[in-house]
């Protein structure tokens, strides 16, 4: 009887834990729906400078074994910002190498082509840049309404384990987090969050080589490879807005060559 009684607290703390966590799944309020289709307010579509793309080597560090004997957890954390830093000039040199841009404008315009087809809108503004995220300077930058964002939370290239004895990786496959939010402008409410994340142990791309990362060839297997999870991660976006376990049901569009 005792085990019953203390179960069913945990039981219900699960059940909480569960549903805070699945917050940022749940699809847009009913009545914010009607508000967009019935008499639409004017919407705005805004994005944001993504976070620094990475190229993380993978490679083992002598280094960061001595910083951590000498100087323990603190070397450690010395190391990892040390880590940090080669993989955003990595990243910083591929860019320039290939002209590799963030897949967000892409994510954007796939989920509004859907969206807006869904909810039978008319157009939206022309996408603005945005330099803060915040409620407030969204409100100030457009004024009543709803707006639209969308960001890049992380996009990466990672190695991939080889489970060999070679001191550096073979393969690598690219990540990528996004986020889309519906502000409400009036009182500065999100109404509605959705997020994607997509990391190197999934299989929707596939793996690259070493040579795929000079940027040589105008990176057109990272660029195709990032793409592909950009429209996933809208298509993602559309269902959790919409609360649906399938669609949008429209083509693809992955690019296969270097200049698209």
């Not at 915040?134 to 100030?140: G, P």
């Not at 890049?152 to 987090?177: F, I």
């Not at 409410?189 to 990391?199: F, K």
């Not at 040589?216 to 809208?234: F, N, R, W």
Request: charged fraction near 15%; proline fraction near 8%.
């Amino acid at each position: 009887m005792t085990r019953t009684r203390r179960a069913q607290p945990l039981a219900l703390l699960a059940l909480l834990t569960f549903t805070a966590c699945s917050t940022a799944r749940m699809p847009a309020p009913p009545d914010t729906i009607q508000a967009l289709t019935s008499g639409p307010p004017p919407i705005a579509v805004a994005h944001y400078n993504p976070e620094p793309f990475t190229i993380w080597s993978g490679q083992s560090r002598v280094r960061g074994a001595a910083l951590g004997l000498m100087f323990g957890a603190i070397g450690g954390a010395v190391e990892g910002g040390l880590q940090l830093a080669e993989a955003k000039e990595a990243g910083a040199k591929f860019i320039s190498a290939s002209q590799l841009t963030d897949p967000t404008p892409h994510v954007e315009q796939r989920f509004l082509y859907a969206w807006q087809r869904e909810l039978n809108l008319s157009g939206f503004s022309t996408p603005r840049l945005i330099s803060s995220d915040s409620t407030s300077t969204l409100q100030t930058q457009f004024g009543s309404g709803y707006v639209i964002d969308f960001k890049t939370q992380k996009w990466s290239l990672e190695p991939v384990s080889s489970g060999g004895l070679s001191s550096g990786p073979n393969a690598y496959r690219p990540t990528y987090a996004g986020r889309a939010r519906l502000v409400r402008l009036e009182n500065q409410t999100i109404v509605w969050e959705g997020t994607c994340a997509y990391e190197k142990d999934q299989t929707l791309t596939p793996t690259l080589m070493p040579a795929d990362l000079t940027g040589e060839d105008g990176g057109s297997v990272v660029k195709a490879a990032m793409q592909t999870l950009g429209e996933t991660c809208a298509d993602y976006l559309w269902r959790q807005f919409f609360g649906r376990e399938s669609g949008p049901d429209v083509p693809s569009t992955i690019v296969t060559n270097a200049n698209p």
